[in-house]
């Protein structure tokens, strides 16, 4: 099974803003996903370690990153603008680092939310795909597909990978969402998983299980859909 080390880096936003990143790199590495963290939980998180450690494994390096307001330990995230630097710092490091490797941009909810925007606004240079974990469609309870209108904007291959109990994307309004986006949009539904992928124990899964099967999704789409 190959391992990656991870290497801290920290990435320069606009002139004199700085915020930390993790780099884990497998050495077979073939494509580089940038993993913006969700507006709860910063880079180091339990469930991104799990998910970088999984693609390391199967010849994907990752780059997580912290938005501002993580750094300094803010509540409230950064405006738009800010997050939006922040993510095209990312990519302007990989770009002049790992100018080989197919770039995947996204993330885990607020963080793939952020960059599926900044994509809309201006295409991230160099970023062939963008892959969300739990994006968040709506707040709970208030189901609307308002969110997705930028979705449209958007000419690179997406993948939207959902839990089915994801309360922040009911499973058909998400569906609907994807498929309105046609062939350049693809779904992975993740059984019996919550907007934090935890799966519920009637499912007969268990959370550890999870990280890996979105592994293989996440693989499967840039081997087939990402060029």
């Not at 077979?28 to 709860?40: E, H, I, Q, T, Y």
């Not at 992928?197 to 999704?217: L, N, T």
Request: charged letters at 20%.
């Amino acid at each position: 099974m190959n391992t990656a080390p991870t290497h801290a880096l920290t990435l320069t936003v606009g002139n004199d803003l700085r915020v930390s990143a993790l780099l884990e790199r497998p050495a077979d590495a073939r494509a580089l996903f940038l993993l913006g963290p969700g507006a709860g939980a910063g880079m180091r998180h339990g469930f991104l370690s799990s998910i970088s450690a999984a693609l390391a494994t199967r010849a994907i390096a990752s780059l997580r990153y912290q938005f501002p307001y993580m750094e300094r330990n803010g509540r409230r995230p950064d405006p738009p603008a800010l997050c939006h630097a922040t993510i095209r710092a990312a990519i302007g490091w990989a770009g002049e680092h790992e100018p080989q490797l197919r770039l995947i941009a996204g993330g885990k909810s607020f963080g793939g939310r952020m960059t599926s925007q900044a994509q809309a606004l201006d295409p991230l240079p160099e970023v062939r795909g963008l892959a969300f974990l739990g994006f968040p469609l709506h707040p709970p309870k208030r189901p609307s597909l308002a969110r997705a209108d930028h979705l449209s904007k958007i000419r690179v291959p997406m993948l939207f990978v959902q839990g089915t109990r994801d309360a922040l994307a009911e499973k058909e309004l998400i569906r609907q969402a994807v498929e309105g986006l046609g062939a350049r949009a693809r779904i992975h539904s993740v059984e019996g998983a919550d907007h934090s992928f935890h799966v519920s124990a009637r499912s007969g899964r268990r959370d550890a299980e999870v990280p890996g099967e979105i592994a293989d999704a996440l693989q499967a789409w840039i081997e087939s859909a990402v060029r």
